[in-house]
């Protein structure tokens, strides 16, 4: 049988497929979730990665402005090897490709080669970088777009998964907070899984076999919005989330008391903060932030590490001088801030103080998929 002919259960095999995905932002958990079951809130951002795969021959051609080297190409070995693009280890979109494939070649499909072009508006007009989750976003965009090319119907969690799985190879480091982001959208409550055991759940288990069990540890919940509004701020300076997660790691080791406490003392403000939400308490909400920005600034304290940098500092000042609550968001050490304002914030003016300090004002929103999972 030649690549590309249908088999098992899939009848259609479209010419094309195109999957999108959002953009996110920590809103408060930070550091904490990557430790199994531990929680973080994020939000889906109206910024979106769309990749549009279209069936080719011979090999495939993955373009994209997220890639600094030009274009990408990728082929089989033979008819049904797995997807490879030897000058390009660790890519992201050539992983969740393998990832969705093994189950494609589980249910008896036969494999496909075929382009994907990816445009992403995540970054900002001079293509920096925004700390928005690009990585995240690609990955779940790619699942999208190949599972649409076999007809292979995923619901988010599955999405989620997949990619899960697939970044798993590229980049072990991470909550994959900003997966569950651009997989459900919308505000949502995320504990991670256990790593250890989906490493070794995967010496045991197929691919689909992995993605119908049930993970220990994880939860992905949609929540009701606040009546909060959220503004994000950019400080100019991109920020390595493996880098700092490694360095908070390797200097809260040395005090392990301090990092117990810190673990402790987030769960209990995310148990309070997902509750806030629930019962659409504003107030509460705010004080979950600053309360959440506290543990972080303890957290750098023990590690060592900065996390609120003097311009995220200052983010923090002008939003709280116009009544909303702040705190950097995501790993910190640059990047961006968030605050959430109450309907009395005049935020045009917090957002003119903002850059009158140096902080770019990203005009975006939280972006709900109607209809999506809770
Ligand atoms: O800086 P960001 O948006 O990549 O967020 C990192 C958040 C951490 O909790 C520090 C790491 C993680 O993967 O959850
Ligand atoms: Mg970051």
């Known amino acids: 049988m030649t690549a590309g002919a249908p088999r098992g259960g899939f009848s259609a095999v479209p010419r094309g497929a195109t999957g999108s ?11 904490a979730v990557v430790e199994p079951g531990h929680r973080a809130v994020l939000v889906a951002l109206d910024r979106f990665i769309t990749v549009r ?33 030897p000058d390009r280890a660790g890519d992201y979109v050539i992983s969740a490709i393998r990832a969705v494939e093994r189950m494609v070649l589980e249910t008896g499909g036969g494999l496909r080669l075929f382009d994907l072009d990816i445009s992403s ?4 007009a001079g293509g920096r970088k925004l700390g928005l989750g690009s990585s995240a976003a690609v990955t779940v965009a790619a699942v999208r777009a190949v599972a649409g090319m076999y007809g292979l119907p995923l619901d988010d969690l599955a999405v989620y998964k997949l990619a ?13 907070g900003d997966i569950a982001a651009a997989a ?4 949502v409550a995320y504990a991670s899984p256990d790593r250890a055991w989906l490493r070794r ?3 045991r288990m197929s691919t689909g076999e992995l993605v119908r069990a049930r993970w220990p540890r994880l939860s992905i919940r949609r929540l009701p919005a606040p009546d909060l509004r959220l503004r994000a701020g950019w400080t100019g300076d991109p920020a390595s989330t493996p880098r700092l997660v490694a360095d908070v790691r390797a200097g809260a080791r040395g005090d392990d008391g301090a990092y117990a406490v810190f673990l402790r003392d987030s769960e209990a403000c995310l148990a309070r903060l997902v509750r806030a939400l629930e019962e659409g308490d504003s107030r509460g909400v705010m004080r979950r932030i600053e309360q959440s920005r506290r543990l972080l600034l303890g957290l750098s304290r023990t590690s060592g590490v900065v996390i609120e940098t003097p311009l995220l500092e200052r983010l923090v000042d002008i939003a709280r001088e116009h009544g909303a609550a702040a705190k ?13 304002c109450p309907p ?17 004002p990203l005009d975006l929103s939280v972006h709900s998929r109607p209809g999506a999972a809770s």
């Open 121 to 124: 508006e995540l970054d900002d």
């Open 53 to 85: 795969a279209a069936a080719a021959e011979g090999s495939g051609r993955i373009s994209s402005d997220l890639y600094e080297d030009g274009p990408l190409t990728w082929r089989r070995r033979a008819g049904d090897s797995m997807a490879q693009a």
């Open 344 to 360: 009395a914030t005049d935020a045009a003016a917090m957002c003119a103080a903002w850059e009158a300090a140096g902080i770019v």
């Open 328 to 340: 950097s968001s995501g790993a910190g050490g640059g990047d961006c801030g968030i605050a959430l």
């Open 184 to 187: 459900f959208t919308g505000w």
């Open 201 to 203: 759940a995967r010496t």
């Open 164 to 176: 899960l799985l697939a970044t798993d190879a590229v980049q072990p480091i991470g909550s994959g």
């Open 21 to 31: 995905a959002p953009g996110k932002l920590y809103i408060a958990g930070e550091y």
